[in-house]
């Protein structure tokens, strides 16, 4: 029987019906972004076929533990602290599902089959709503003991920056997700744009914009190279709206030919693109359920 898989992300909710390596239909919708979980249940119900599936499994932003859901950052996904999502889940679909951090679960996916394969130790990063990454460290998936490992869109970016939703200050993804492209974009250029306007404003010649997409570009960057630092990534793989723009993944390998030799790695699209997560966590729920 094929798994049903779901990716809530901070701006769309994904469903499909996996079966073996394959995504055999799909559907989507805008998240609803009300700060209940169960408007969140409601939404993916909604879109799901109800019966006919082996296994349920869950892709979502934020930090799972225990099959509850905490936003790390609530700006990229207002919800409950603590949201029980698993068993609302089972509720909905008739079923306990598997629930694991959407960055997470792209990971295994490129890890297992995509852009990953052959590594030992290998990062997906999206940037996307927020910025996302999952790591594979010596062959395994690491999700930590509450959750949060591979949350390196809050590692430290720029010290005196903007307070980010989690707490601190600064963090990666206040400088380079697509919210904050589309803050910064919208105060600089005076008029309200989001982050694909500031793409094509880039490429039609706006230098502010394309100054914009390089703050991002070098800070993620950074990252990689301090993730590199740490665990030795062997590869990075990049997914999400924002990464797989044109032209991102292409900046992000020029910028690495900036650093030390000793930091550079190579980096990579991510062959499942959208859709890793999805494959991500239906993999790991034929494995785990
Ligand atoms: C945030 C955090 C991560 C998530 C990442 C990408 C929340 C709600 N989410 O850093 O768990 O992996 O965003 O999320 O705190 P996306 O919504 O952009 O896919
Ligand atoms: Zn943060």
């Not at 805008?30 to 979980?37: E, V, Y």
């Not at 990062?123 to 003991?145: N, P, Q």
Request: proline share 5%.
């Amino acid at each position: 029987l094929p798994v049903l898989a779901v990716d809530i992300g901070g701006t769309k909710i994904a469903v499909a019906e996996v079966t073996g390596d394959r995504i055999a239909k799909r559907w989507q919708a805008p998240t609803p972004r009300t700060g209940r979980g169960d408007d969140l249940i409601a939404a993916i119900a909604e879109l799901a076929p109800k019966n006919g599936f082996g296994a349920v499994a869950v892709a979502t932003t934020g930090i799972v533990r225990d099959g509850a859901l905490t936003a790390l950052n609530p700006e990229t996904l207002p919800i409950e602290d603590g949201y029980p999502i698993a068993s609302a889940i089972e509720r909905a679909f008739g079923m306990p599902p598997l629930v694991v951090n959407d960055a997470q679960a792209a990971a295994w996916a490129e890890f297992r089959l995509g852009a990953g394969r052959g590594f030992r130790n290998f990062a997906f990063f999206t940037v996307s709503t927020g910025i996302g990454c999952g790591l594979v460290v010596d062959g395994r998936l690491e999700s930590g003991s509450t959750g949060l490992a591979g949350h390196v869109g809050h590692a430290m970016s720029d010290p005196g920056g903007i307070p980010c939703g989690c707490g601190r200050r600064g963090c990666l993804e206040t400088v380079a997700s697509g919210t904050a492209l589309a803050r910064v974009g919208s105060q600089r250029l005076g008029r309200k744009v989001a982050a694909p306007d500031l793409f094509k404003a880039a490429a039609e010649g706006n230098g502010v914009a394309a100054e914009i997409i390089t703050a991002a570009v070098v800070a993620l960057a950074n990252a990689f190279a301090d993730l590199t630092a740490a665990v030795d990534v062997d590869c990075f793989a990049v997914g999400g709206g924002v990464g797989l723009a044109d032209g991102f993944i292409e900046a992000l390998q020029a910028r690495s030919l900036d650093l030390p030799r000793v930091y550079r790695r190579p980096i990579v699209a991510a062959l499942a693109g959208a859709d890793a997560g999805l494959l991500g966590a239906a993999f790991l729920a034929r494995q785990y359920l």
